[in-house]
């Protein structure tokens, strides 16, 4: 029987302070510092659920919905939201956080990570126990996005 877990047994949140370094030329957080934040906590959560080494495949979708400035604080949530053998499709939003707490997405992304071995051998994963409809939503919508992914695959894309 294939081992299963919690999403809340993987979940990980991650804070930063936008810095100079971080700003582009327009005075806003770059991108690509994102990217990389969202990346690196992808594979915490996935290692965490995959008790196992992991590799990034693909940034599944990235939606810039508004920007991060100098000194704001940035907060990642990251959760796994569907899996398959050995991939799993990991959510990750990105928050700025007023002082008093108070926060606003300005990212959301999905990204698709692969248990690995050693030698760089897919792994299967262990599957997944949802507790409530917002986590079955999520997990058909992450069915769709796997779908639309081998479709493209088979598309050459």
Known sequence: MKKEKYIKDSMAEQSYIVRAQHINGYGRLFGGILVQWIDEIAGIVAKRHA???????????????RPAYSNDIIVLVARVTYVGRSSMEVRVDTYTEALNGTRKVINRAYVVMVAIDKDGHALEVPGLILENEQQKWEWESGKKRYQLRKERSREGY
């Open 51 to 65: 008790e196992a080494e992991v590799t990034t495949v693909a940034i599944d979708n990235i939606y810039f919905k």
